[in-house]
């Protein structure tokens, strides 16, 4: 395997990582940005209120994106399973 390739692969993984975590990583941002705000406005300065609201977001968008996550990154070892041939010359 020439350097190259191995670039190329490492590439694929961490665009592959960073498509399959931004719906998740995004609606985390989102709801703690408008649990921030709700917070300035009112003065409640409670740190757990911010987490409870995250992680129930995060794991609803677990939810609704798991399967297209697994599915994607079935898809993605397969194709490295299908390239292990041209690895070896």
């Not at 990582?17 to 009112?42: E, F, K, M, N, R």
């Not at 740190?47 to 794991?59: M, S, W």
Request: charged share 5%; proline share 4%.
């Amino acid at each position: 395997m020439s350097l190259g390739y191995a670039v190329y692969l490492m590439r694929g993984a961490i665009f592959q990582i960073l498509i399959l975590s931004a719906p998740v990583l995004v609606i985390g941002l989102l709801v703690g940005l408008v649990v921030s705000i709700l917070q300035a406005t009112t003065s409640i300065q409670e740190q757990t209120l911010t987490f409870v609201p995250k992680i129930a977001a995060i794991l609803l968008s677990l939810v609704f994106f798991g399967p297209w996550i697994f599915a994607s990154l079935a898809q993605y070892t397969v194709q490295l399973f299908r390239q292990i041939p041209q690895m070896v010359r």
